[in-house]
């Protein structure tokens, strides 16, 4: 059985956010094998397909090397990067069954490939006790969703921090994703070829800061659409050495992801 790993959100190696991508099943493994599996990987996300009776549908499950996880954006962008261009699938539209985030879509583009999720509108909060602290800086507002949002009032700000990750780990229980999953925000600078610059600390899944997240952008989308006063804007995901690009629109209830993969690794497992 083949695996690839695929820096997704990226138009070059070594850039983005890598993710494994398991080659498809006829049936799913047991999830403790799958759990296993992500955890030798040790990639922010491996991703798991099945394979079904339309070519051109799967199922898809995402786990960190801790947990499974009800959204990945940058592993369903890598599995549709397999599909298309390392498998060979021929479809104008590809579809993925999940478990806890209904059917998604995507689609190849001109710029790379497009993919429709559901938007995750943050609600206003008050800032948890500890949040300051732990990430050195004190946010200027706080958003909840499924992770906290904490945003910051620059781009350099941002770059600069050094969160305490001990201390971060058990703050934001309101979210729905649990505690632990912070995505740190701000407009960017003046002339950047992106509007939205942010971060995301998740010691709460495993993953002590993530390359490129996709998921969280299902609630930067909604959220900066409204104080930028448009639907559609550039994005960066400032990781130190690496950072990731990708375009957001917001459409009604959903958001479109648009980015880049580029398949580094071929292996193949052997158990």
């Known amino acids: 059985m083949r695996q690839w790993t695929v820096d997704a959100f990226a138009a070059a190696p070594f850039k983005g956010n890598p993710a494994c991508v398991v080659e498809p099943f006829e049936a799913w493994p047991e999830a403790r094998w799958m759990q296993a599996l992500a955890a030798e990987n040790n990639q922010a996300e491996t991703a798991f397909l099945l394979k079904t009776a339309d070519p051109a549908r799967f199922g898809l499950r995402w786990f960190t090397p801790a947990v499974e996880v ?6 369903t962008l890598a599995s549709s990067h397999v599909l298309l261009n390392e498998l060979g699938v ?27 999720f559901p938007a995750d509108p943050p609600r206003r909060t008050v800032e948890p006790e500890g949040l300051a602290e732990a990430l050195g800086v004190k946010p200027a507002e706080v958003w909840v969703g499924q992770y906290l949002i904490a945003v910051l009032d620059s781009e350099e700000t941002l770059r600069a921090l050094t969160p305490n990750l001990s201390k971060l780990e058990p703050i934001g229980a309101e979210a729905s994703a649990g505690c632990g999953n912070v995505s740190v925000v701000a407009t960017a600078d003046a002339g ?3 509007q939205v610059v942010s971060r995301f600390f998740a010691p709460g899944s495993g993953i002590p800061e993530d390359p490129t ?8 989308a909604p ?8 639907p559609a804007f550039r994005c960066h995901q400032a990781y130190p050495g690496r950072g990731g690009d990708l375009e957001v629109e917001l459409k009604g209830a959903r958001v479109l992801l648009r980015g880049q993969a580029v398949t580094v690794v071929e292996s193949r497992l052997r158990v």
């Open 90 to 116: 021929q479809a104008a539209e590809i579809a993925f069954e999940t478990l806890k985030s209904g059917v998604l879509t995507v689609r190849r583009t001109e710029a790379g490939i497009e993919m429709d």
């Open 213 to 220: 997240t996709g998921s969280a952008h299902c609630m930067l």
């Open 192 to 194: 950047r070829p992106y």
């Open 223 to 230: 959220l900066y659409a409204e104080k930028l006063g448009r």
């Open 70 to 75: 009800p959204l990945c954006g940058h592993a």
